[in-house]
C-alpha cells in the first residue's frame, strides 16, 4: 500500500521519471483506494478525497471528495476534517455553511492539525 501512496505523491508532484513509472498503475491505484476507502480505511478515504479535489487523474469532483473526506474525517483523519472545513466555508460540492466550517476546522485542530487551527482563527476573526 505504502507503494501507492508514493506514486500519488509522485503523481502530485509532477516528477515527469516518476511520473511515467507510475502512470501506468493509475488505474490500479484508483481501485485500490477505492477498494480499501469501502473498508473504511481513513487514509485510503482521505487520499480519494484529495485525488477527487483535485482532479488528479479523475475528472474533479468536489461532491465526491466531499463523500470521502466525510468518511475519513468520522474515523478521525485530521487532514479530512480541515477538507471538509474547506469545502463548507467555500460551497464546494455543497451548501456554505460557516458554522460546519467551524466545526470541522476545530476537529481537525483537535486532532492535532496545525492547519486546521489557523483556518478556524481566521474563520473567527471575520466574524463567522
Known amino acids: 500500500m505504502k507503494h501507492y501512496f508514493n506514486c ?6 509532477i516528477f515527469s521519471p516518476v ?4 502512470e501506468p498503475q493509475a488505474t490500479q491505484l484508483l481501485e485500490e483506494l ?16 484529495e485525488i477527487y479535489f483535485a482532479g488528479w487523474g ?4 468536489y461532491e465526491e471528495a466531499v463523500k ?3 468518511l475519513a474525517a468520522t474515523h478521525g483523519s485530521a487532514g479530512a476534517q480541515n477538507g471538509l472545513g474547506v469545502m463548507y466555508e467555500y460551497g464546494l460540492g ?4 460557516y ?21 478556524y482563527r481566521k474563520l473567527k476573526e471575520s466574524g463567522h
Open 58 to 61: 479523475v475528472k474533479k469532483n
Open 94 to 97: 455543497l451548501s456554505q455553511d
Open 99 to 119: 458554522s460546519q466550517a467551524k466545526y470541522w476546522y476545530s476537529k481537525a485542530c483537535d486532532n492535532g492539525l496545525p492547519r486546521g487551527c489557523e483556518n
Open 19 to 22: 511520473k511515467v513509472f507510475c
Open 8 to 13: 500519488i505523491l509522485a503523481l502530485v508532484l
Open 68 to 70: 470521502w473526506w466525510r
Open 34 to 49: 477505492r477498494k480499501n476507502g469501502a473498508k473504511d480505511e481513513a487514509d485510503a478515504q482521505f487520499h480519494l478525497g
